[in-house]
């Protein structure tokens, strides 16, 4: 587990753009089964996360179809809500950052670390908004 003062800024860095922060299984159920689509990015510490997964999942709602609902939990913190969020993305394994689409409840759309990794922030949002324009 990373300290709380460690990730904060990490975390305020999505909370502050409008993704909402879950922390329990209930939660992550409860925002992914919701009506409409969910972006849900597993955020991490690693600087992947910060150069091109933030970036590129903020830089995505630019678009004119977005998800209804953004969320997003932090792998090495909140356990409980990643791996609830991570048993949803199976057949996916467990990566982090990483980032999915959700359409009532259902995954329709994955970008695992191995997409995130080496590649620009602008790229990743391109990828999510194309995944936005077939599903939202």
Same mark, same amino acid.
């Given at each position: 587990?990373?300290?709380?003062?460690?990730?904060?800024p990490m975390r305020d860095d999505l909370?502050?753009?409008?993704?909402?922060?879950?922390?329990?299984? !209930? &939660? +992550?159920?409860? *925002?992914? %089964?919701?009506?409409?689509?969910?972006?849900?990015?597993?955020? #991490?510490?690693?600087?992947?996360?910060?150069?091109?997964?933030?970036?590129?999942?903020?830089?995505?709602?630019?678009?004119?179809?977005?998800?209804?609902?953004?969320?997003?939990?932090?792998?090495?913190?909140?356990? !409980? &809500? +990643?791996?609830? *969020?991570? %048993?949803?993305?199976?057949?996916?394994?467990?990566?982090?950052? #990483?980032?999915?689409?959700?359409?009532?409840?259902?995954?329709?759309?994955?970008?695992?670390?191995?997409?995130?990794?080496?590649?620009?922030?602008?790229?990743?949002?391109?990828?999510?908004?194309?995944?936005?324009?077939?599903?939202?």
């Amino acid at each position: 587990m990373y300290p709380a003062e460690l990730v904060k800024p990490m975390r305020d860095d999505l909370a502050l753009a409008g993704f909402e922060e879950l922390y329990t299984a !209930e &939660a +992550v159920a409860n *925002a992914i %089964n919701r009506e409409g689509t969910t972006l849900v990015v597993v955020n #991490s510490v690693c600087g992947c996360a910060a150069a091109n997964a933030r970036p590129a999942a903020k830089m995505s709602l630019q678009n004119s179809k977005k998800p209804d609902h953004a969320v997003t939990v932090f792998a090495g913190v909140d356990t !409980e &809500a +990643v791996d609830a *969020a991570r %048993n949803l993305m199976v057949p996916f394994p467990p990566s982090s950052p #990483s980032m999915a689409l959700f359409k009532n409840g259902e995954l329709v759309h994955m970008i695992e670390r191995h997409h995130i990794e080496g590649r620009p922030a602008e790229l990743i949002a391109e990828n999510l908004t194309e995944a936005y324009n077939d599903f939202c």
